[in-house]
Structure formats: structure tokens, C-alpha cells
């Protein structure tokens, strides 16, 4: 029965060959505009998804008012993080971090020359100078090192597979240890391998390639100058906190305090009541182009105008196969009172 079937579809598709191109066309259009649509839709919607207690995580961004203007920024001054974690209550975590990238990277290889490795112009491998609560909060898997031993030390850093395999043609556990110069704006670090993470198998608003001890800015004078570690009225937006809040703890109350903290901590000079310090929720980091500086910035109203697109193609490009096969079933009327005569059943 099905052999028959088959052979009377296959001779009706080649006997009604452009009726059968147009059908296949429209619905693989149809099918395939939808399934890119989703499949956009479905990668903005999926950053930072994977972060596990995420409606407590949240940055930390500024806010301004000069005359009748606001203006957003997200980062904030370097010596905040700090303040919150020794002067307020209401954060298990606080995760100061500070993005920057290498220009130049040079690894040493013995009895020959330097390898040297330049960033391209419009691609930038971001570098993040934190500790290890930034693992508590945006958590990777780690091949060799852990959180804590990995970036307490000054001259530490971690990398991802992606950039060990890039420096050291090698992303096993094998690259711990070894040594690579990153050149970037106004310095230079000499490093040493102390930790090796996966590379992320989804989007987020926080995948860094590499990772440098806090401590090798902070036991530095030049450097702490240079991101600003004792200016609490100088807003910097490479350098950015995340924070998982207690349980009861309020966002915007939370906020507030942290104003209030960093008013104090300014001279009795300096104008007040023009900066705010928010609360952005994680969820909302991805979707707000007021603190985007750059950065890539999805539009929720858009995505939901594509989500709509892609269905009314699809239900266009079913409609109209479902229009055209009906139009050519008055040409099957000899074979179906064949298939009658012949004591076919209706589901024939």
C-alpha cells in the first residue's frame, strides 16, 4: 500500500513540475526565515542564563545629573567595592573587577625569539583584573588552579582554553606555570600561568579570555593611580562590581546606602546629590542600553516584534502550501473514484 502511494506522488510531483517548485520554495522560505529568527532570538535571550542564583546577583552602576541631563555609566569608582564590603551589610559577595585588554603578548620560548601575539584593530580579547569572588558569582569550570590560589597572588593569571591555545599552542593543565608579557595602555605585566578555565558554551555579558590578580594592581602604586584607587568622586566605566545580595535584602534600599557611603567619604568641597548608585539586576545587564558604554545591547521590544515575524511567516508558508495543494486536488478526481470503485476506505 505505501509503495503505491509513493509512486503516485513521485509521478504526480514530476508531472506538475512548477506547481511542485513553487510549493517547496515557499514553505523552505517560510521554514527557513523562521528558524533564523529563532534561532537570534533564542541566542540574546539565553545570555547569562546559566548563572545560578541570578535574581540575587546584580551590578553595581552609577547614575548623574548635570543641569537638566542624566547621564549612566556602568562602572563606578574604584574604591567602592571595598567600602561595601567593610562598611555595609546586606551582601554575601561583592566581586570588583576592572576590563582591559592586551595590545601585545609576548611568550618566551627558550634559545629563540619571543612569540609575539597583536590584537587585531577591531577585535579586542577582554581582560578582567579581579579576585576569586568573581568566580563565586559568575562561576566557570576549571581544568587546573582553583578561585582562591589561582588569583591571590601579584603576577597571576588565568586563562580560558581559547587564549592558551592561542599563546601556547596547548589547552591542557600543561600551561600552568609558564610565563607570558601582556603589553596594554600606559603598562606592561609579566605574568605567570596559575590557573586554566573552559571556554563558555553560552553567551554572557561577562566572558572574559583572561584573568589577572587583583593583587598585582593593588601592591602597585602606579597602578592603583592609574584606575583611580582613592578617588571615590572619579567614575571610571573599565572598572565594575558585581554583588549577590543576602536573602530580604531591598536593591533600592541597598543602593541608597551606598550613596550615602560614598557622599560621606568625599571632601566637604565636593557637590552632592548629583551621583546615584543603583542596583541593576543581572537579567536587565544584556537588554538596557543606558549602561551598554559599548558594549553589545539586545532590544526586547525588537526581539519580540522578530518573534512575531517569524510566526506570521511560518503560518504565511503553510497557508499558502495548503492553498496550492487544495487548488491541484481537482485534478486527482479520476483516482480517487478509481481508489472508491476499488473499495478504498475515506482515510485512503
Partial sequence: MFKSYLKIAIRNLSRNRLTTALNV???SVGVAACLVIYLIVQFELNFD????NAGQVYRLVSKFKFGDEFYHNPGLSAPIPGGVRSELA????????????????????PGAEPARFRAPADEHDWVATTDGAFFDIIPRQWLAGSPKASLSK??????T??????????????????????QQYRDTLSLTVSGLVKD?????????????????????????DNLGFTEWNNTNSSSQCLLKLAPGTNPKRFGERITQMVESHLPATEEKGNRWLLLQPLADVHFNADYGSGSHVAHRPTLLVLGLVGAF?????????????????????????????LGSARSS
Fill in 200 to 224: 563558555l558554551d553560552a553567551p554572557s555579558d561577562f566572558d572574559f579570555k583572561s584573568f589577572i590578580s587583583l593583587a598585582t594592581v593593588s601592591t602597585s602604586k602606579k597602578r592603583r
Fill in 154 to 159: 601579584p603576577g597571576q593569571i588565568v586563562l
Fill in 49 to 52: 542564563q546559566n548563572i545560578p
Fill in 90 to 109: 546586606g551582601a554575601k559577595t561583592v566581586a570588583a573587577f576592572h576590563t582591559s585588554s592586551f595590545q601585545v603578548v609576548e611568550v618566551p620560548r
Fill in 313 to 341: 511567516l511560518l503560518l504565511l508558508a503553510c497557508i499558502n502550501f495548503i492553498n496550492m495543494a487544495t487548488a491541484q486536488s481537482t485534478q486527482r478526481a479520476k483516482e480517487i473514484g478509481v481508489r472508491k470503485s
Fill in 161 to 182: 582554553e581559547r587564549q592558551a591555545r592561542l599563546y601556547f599552542g596547548d589547552a591542557s593543565p600543561a600551561v600552568v606555570g609558564r610565563r607570558l608579557i601582556g
Fill in 25 to 27: 520554495a515557499g514553505l
